[in-house]
Nanobody
Framework: QVQLVESVGRSVQAGGSLRLSCVAS????????VGWFREAPGKERETVAG????????LYADSVKGRFTISRDNTKNSVYLQMNSLKPEDTAVYYC????????????WGQGTQVTVSS
């Protein structure tokens, strides 16, 4: 099994940037495809971005395309989410997650970290 821990989120002003990190332990992150998700108050959890085991392929929600970038460093057992041009609607709890199968459900989840974007 793998355990995931996100970096501490923070509050930023609209237009600002923030990079979230997620560090894996217990098993090498290279065994897993990983993704970032978010959940805003009163809304369902949504996929923000995902990447394959090697990081060679990425996908993004339409709402974050061109602003967010997912990346990973398997040598550091880490995955990142670089968020630029942040908007108030990006305010949410962000989660990283991992799965062994690129097409299966995400099996392992971090505890979540709060990101607040003020206008």
């Amino acid at each position: 099994q793998v355990q995931l821990v996100e970096s501490v989120g923070r509050s930023v002003q609209a237009g600002g940037s923030l990079r979230l990190s997620c560090v894996a332990s217990g098993r090498a992150l290279s065994f897993y495809a990983v993704g970032w998700f978010r959940e805003a108050p009163g809304k369902e959890r949504e996929t923000v971005a995902g990447t394959t085991r090697s990081g060679g392929f990425t996908l993004y929600a339409d709402s974050v395309k061109g602003r967010f970038t997912i990346s990973r460093d398997n040598t550091k057992n880490s995955v990142y989410l670089q968020m630029n041009s942040l908007k108030p609607e990006d305010t949410a709890v962000y989660y990283c997650a991992a799965r062994t199968d690129h097409s299966g459900p995400y099996q392992y989840w971090g505890q979540g970290t709060q990101v607040t974007v003020s206008s």
